[in-house]
């Protein structure tokens, strides 16, 4: 599919607000890659595509997973939603027919990150985060410039509020999230 069938697909896969998240997190990722010299057309488009899976329901997604076998974790089991990335992330290239390896990485692990990301994936990520109609974290502001300035350091503030607040909401903490935040803690230069 071009890009400009993909925003049809999208368009009536997802509701009015998630496709208005979804423009964003694809404007706000070619910024992103303008800013620190990488492709803006991929940017855009695994920004278009990181949400693809939202709008099934969990029972799709496990059934999806069967289907094609895709291993379920544990943390993935106990908590469907963390499944859109990965459900997404095959979806890429089963439905949408992008073989592109790294925009499918870039979706697999927006939700969770993963210990020393690629610079497509540290963009997706933070772009899920700071896009325009995001505004639920009162730093927003202050992330959102760091992103520009300094990816890691944004990255690991945004970690650090995830977590924050997934400890705060009794929320189940996926491994990989709490790897990410360690990862770059330590390796985060100021
Ligand atoms: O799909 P979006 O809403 O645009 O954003 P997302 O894919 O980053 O999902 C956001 C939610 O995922 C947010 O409420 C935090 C949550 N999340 C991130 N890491 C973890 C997590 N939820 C759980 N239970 N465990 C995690 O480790
Ligand atoms: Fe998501
Ligand atoms: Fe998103």
Known sequence: MNTEHIKKELEKQLDSKRYQHTLGVAYTAASLAMRYEMDINQAFLAGLLHDCAKSMTHEERLSYCKKHDITVTEAE??????????????????????????????????????????????????????????????????????????????????????????????????????????FYIENTSY
């Open 77 to 182: 089991q106990k908590n469907p939603s963390l499944l859109h990335a990965k459900v997404g992330s095959d979806q890429v290239f089963r439905k949408y027919g992008i073989k592109d390896a790294e925009i499918a990485n870039a979706v697999r692990y927006h939700t969770t990150g993963h210990p020393d990301m690629t610079m497509l994936e540290k963009i997706i990520f933070i772009a899920d985060y700071i896009e325009p109609l995001r505004d639920h974290d009162k730093e927003l502001s202050e992330i959102r410039h760091m992103s520009f300035m300094n990816i890691d350091v944004a990255l690991e503030h945004i970690l650090k509020n995830t977590l924050e607040y997934l400890n705060s909401s009794k929320k189940e903490i996926d491994p990989m999230t709490a790897l990410t935040y360690s």
